[in-house]
């Protein structure tokens, strides 16, 4: 057995650095772009609040995989050219759309956490919005973005793993093909997967619980 | 008139397969019916054990919580599907729908665990030892006084974490469990129509959804906003 699963390590290791790198882009893209959601909903005006809103709702609403199907089948559908993605850059607008509806309400409620009386009193200074945006209210809302981010990280390690459905070959889509052809050690190859996973979520979970005993939690709306 | 729409989303085949989308959606919420109570009791055993003193009790429930939030459902699933048939039990396999439930129970009683603690931690000390100088036993301070709060306290959360259970159960369809996903899938695999699949299966996902914010804005109002 630990013959065969030897024999199998570099199929594994060759799906968890696919793992790794589309985990990373979807944070990348992810905490770019649910940033300018946030803030947008924060300080922007009330329609981009409320589109914004049910732009998070719909993407809150429906399970990740539903997003993955409708990511890499139906807006291929739609004929636009720029939208016909291939599994891996599916798998990263998928991550990168599901992330941002987290990032974007975790943003806007570090933003709303920072007391109003700072960026009256940064305004009457002379401070333009961008500088109080940039020296006032962005220096505090980092440190509350912190451990909530890091545990959103967490989750998108975690649902990378549903993208084997659409044939991206990371951590779990290595291990069906791996079965495929050694059937008889399904469980040690699903038990060496689930210990890759584990390395690779462990010491990010343990670094989120690390800055919320530092910075403390933040209280987010369900 | 809406010529236009049957290009773009034929409703006239969804009509023909709404039963099969009705069946989906109760096989959802049957199945996370189960799993939420479940994964409560199985929860709640572990919160306690993880507050408990001795070592012996708090190492096992650590560990448990440490590794089921560590590891994607996906391969959670995985291991409970394939391993378990392995294992004799009743005398027979589990099916996919058994062995689903289950694996979705034991992963959701990880978070549950985190929050039941969590709203135990946030009782104050002093309900517990009024209780026992009034002379209740042990048992009694934790099940009339402590509880009770804990999970009153707790309620936001858990419901928060029912959501997600309820989006985690769409990845039974992987393992061929009939659910609400898998509703699209056939009607996918039946016709090949993807906007009508998927964008249908998102719909009924979004209407479970919006109770779930509506059961959690009336237990936020009854509960006086107490998180």
């Known amino acids: 057995m630990l013959d065969a699963l030897q024999q199998h390590m570099p199929f594994l290791l060759a799906g968890l650095w696919m793992t790794v790198q589309v985990t990373l882009l979807g944070i990348c893209f992810g905490t770019l772009f649910g940033t300018l959601v946030g803030i947008a909903r924060a300080l922007g005006p009330r329609p981009a609040f409320w589109i914004l809103g049910a732009y998070i709702h719909l993407w809150r609403g429906t399970p990740f995989l539903c997003q993955i199907y409708i990511v890499y089948f139906v807006l291929p559908q739609t004929g636009i050219a720029w939208l016909q993605f291939d599994s891996f850059q599916a798998s990263v607008v998928a991550l990168t759309i599901y992330s941002s509806s987290y990032i974007a309400e975790i943003v806007r409620a570090a933003i709303n956490a920072v007391p109003r009386g700072q960026v009256e009193g940064a305004r009457s200074v002379g401070m333009t919005s961008g500088q109080t945006l940039r020296y006032v209210i962005a220096p505090q809302a980092l440190r509350m973005v912190l451990p909530p981010l890091g545990g959103v990280y967490v989750i998108m390690v975690k649902v990378t793993a549903v993208l084997s459905v659409i044939g991206t070959t990371e951590l779990v889509r290595q291990a069906n093909l791996v079965i495929q052809r050694d059937p008889a050690n399904i469980m040690p190859i699903f038990l060496v997967v689930a210990g890759l996973y584990f390395v690779f979520c462990y010491p990010m979970l343990l670094l989120t619980q690390w800055a919320e005993r530092r910075y403390g939690g933040l209280h987010l709306e369900a | 008139m809406f010529d236009w729409l049957l290009d773009v989303y034929n409703y006239r085949v969804v009509a023909d397969y709404a039963s099969t989308f009705a069946f989906g959606i109760w ?56 391993g378990l048939p392995e294992i004799p039990l009743l005398g027979r396999r589990l099916d996919e729908l058994e062995g689903g439930v289950l694996a ?73 469990v009939f659910e609400t996903m898998s509703a699209g899938l056939r009607l996918m695999s039946d016709r090949y129509m993807p906007n009508e699949a998927f964008l249908t299966s998102a719909a009924c996902f979004l209407a479970i959804y919006a109770v779930m914010l509506g059961v959690s804005n009336f237990a936020q109002r009854r509960l006086g906003g107490a998180t």
Do not use: C
């Open chain 2, 27 to 82: 096989r959802t919420v049957w199945i996370s019916t189960v799993s939420l109570l479940a994964a409560l009791v199985l929860g709640t055993g572990i919160a306690l054990m993880r507050r408990s003193r001795r070592r012996l009790a708090r190492w096992p429930a650590t560990v448990y919580v440490e590794a089921l939030r560590g590891t994607p459902l996906l391969v959670q699933i995985y291991l409970v599907y394939y």
């Open chain 2, 104 to 176: 979705l129970s034991v992963h959701t009683a990880a978070y549950m665990a985190e929050i039941i603690r969590a709203g135990i931690g946030s009782v104050p000390e002093g309900q517990a030892e009024g209780a026992r100088s009034v002379g209740m036993t042990r048992w009694q301070t934790l099940r009339y006084v402590v509880l009770p709060q804990a999970f009153a306290n707790a309620t936001p959360p858990i419901i928060g974490q029912t959501a997600v259970l309820i989006k985690d159960s769409s990845l039974l369809s992987i393992i061929a």
